[in-house]
């Protein structure tokens, strides 16, 4: 594979990277929860000086050592989210900087936001897959751990973000006696999102389409 070519599937997976934090902070800003991935970070920097973007830092570098736990081999391939991972928590805090003034003035404006999110969010977990040159370090811990004890990656996925919740609900109640960023659009986050990747990633954004936009894929 040519360095020019490297270089530009290496470009489309950060440019899925920051739409990803983009969808990821959209959805927040809608009042209505947050992701499963991003719940334990969101309720991490509510209750503490950090930044959301830096709590995502810390909670990769998590996964990270986990996954080291996992698998003693693919070590350049784990090390390699490392950077990316830093990239990342740089989108999300620049996004969040970004719509700091936006707040829904009512529910239905919080419903729009929030499924709008999902879509920009969709369209970065495309563009993050498509390239097949790295991955973040949560899908990379399912992948290793549904490996490790012989799952099906796409149940221990499920598994994954329910764990995620249900330590998120329980960290927010240690620190706060109440429940904060898991809300009904956590749910329909998780619910629908899937289905938003499958239709871009077979209807839109084909490889096909995406050639024609920058000529990565033969």
């Known amino acids: 594979m040519e360095m020019k070519e490297i270089f530009k599937r290496y470009l489309v997976f950060v ?5 990803l ?9 809608s009042a209505l929860g947050t992701t499963p991935i991003s719940s334990i970070n969101y309720v991490l920097s509510l209750n503490s ?3 959301l973007g830096t709590c995502t830092f810390i909670i990769n570098m998590v996964l990270i050592l986990g996954q080291f736990w996992l698998i003693r081999k ?3 391939e784990i090390l390699l989210q490392l950077p990316f ?3 990342f928590s740089a989108f999300i ?3 969040m900087m970004l719509t700091s003034e936006l707040h829904p003035a ?3 404006m919080s419903i729009a936001l929030l499924l709008t999110g999902c879509i920009v969010q969709s369209i970065g977990v495309v563009l993050e897959l498509k390239p097949r040159v790295a991955m973040m370090s949560a899908e990379a811990f399912v992948k290793y751990a ?3 004890y012989n799952k099906e990656f796409g149940k221990f996925k499920v598994y994954f973000d329910i764990t995620l919740v249900t330590l998120a609900v329980i960290l927010s109640l240690l620190l706060t006696q109440g429940i904060q960023g898991v809300r009904e659009g956590s749910l329909i986050a998780a619910c629908i999102t899937g289905y938003i990747v499958s239709f871009l990633n077979q209807k839109i954004m084909t490889r096909k389409t995406l050639h024609r936009l920058l000529p990565v894929w033969k």
């Open 15 to 19: 440019i899925g990277l920051y739409f």
């Open 21 to 29: 934090a983009a969808g990821i902070v959209l959805i927040i800003r």
């Open 49 to 51: 000086p950090l930044s």
């Open 74 to 76: 693919n070590i350049i």
């Open 85 to 87: 991972s830093f990239i």
């Open 93 to 95: 805090d620049f996004n």
């Open 106 to 108: 009512n529910y239905g």
């Open 146 to 148: 549904s490996r490790h």
